[in-house]
């Protein structure tokens, strides 16, 4: 199912809260399975496949990674499972953090763990920038091969770092 034709909204990275949540209402009152107006089991099946495809869309577009991932994905530019091959200078800067997140941890430092994680947002947020103009000045004649190659390297270094953030909370 395609969640931009769902919520009839133009399929963007980042697409318009407010639209995206006024339109999750008018679905959900419609299709809410509690409302169905079929009491047979088919229309009832239906009603609950509708109501769950409404949430999951909301859930993506309510969140920014998510809703960049699922864009990439409808423009076919990332692929389930995909073995994406990162900078040699991106990976050499993560290993970095990971081994002195690795030191910090073992010597159980909390500050350095704090300074560790710091670095790390603050490196995401320098990521977001090489990104910034793609994502707030988005139009399909933007969007070029050049401009989805840099979203989806963004997406992909953004993702690792998320697994190196997820591993400071363990």
């Known amino acids: 199912m395609n969640f931009y034709t769902l919520y009839n909204i133009p399929a963007a990275p980042l697409v318009d809260k407010t639209a995206v949540k006024k339109k999750y209402l008018e679905l959900s ?6 409302f169905a107006d079929s009491t047979d089991e088919a229309g009832m099946q239906e009603a609950l496949e509708q109501s769950s495809a409404i949430n999951k869309a909301y859930k993506i577009f309510n969140n920014a990674a998510l809703s960049i991932q699922y864009y990439l994905q409808y423009k076919q530019v990332i692929l389930e499972d995909e073995k994406y091959p990162l900078p040699p200078d991106f990976l050499m800067d993560m290993m970095d953090i990971n081994e002195s997140l690795e030191d910090a941890k073992a010597s159980k430092d909390a500050a ?4 560790i994680q710091e670095h790390i947002e603050t490196f995401e947020e320098e990521l ?12 399909d004649e933007t969007m070029d091969a050049d401009s989805l190659g840099k979203l989806k390297a963004y997406y992909y270094k953004k993702k690792y770092i998320h697994r190196i953030l997820d591993g400071i909370s363990r």
């Open 29 to 34: 009152r419609t299709h809410h399975p509690d």
């Open 128 to 139: 977001m920038e090489e990104v910034k103009d793609i994502l707030e000045k988005y139009t």
């Open 112 to 115: 350095a763990i704090a300074r």
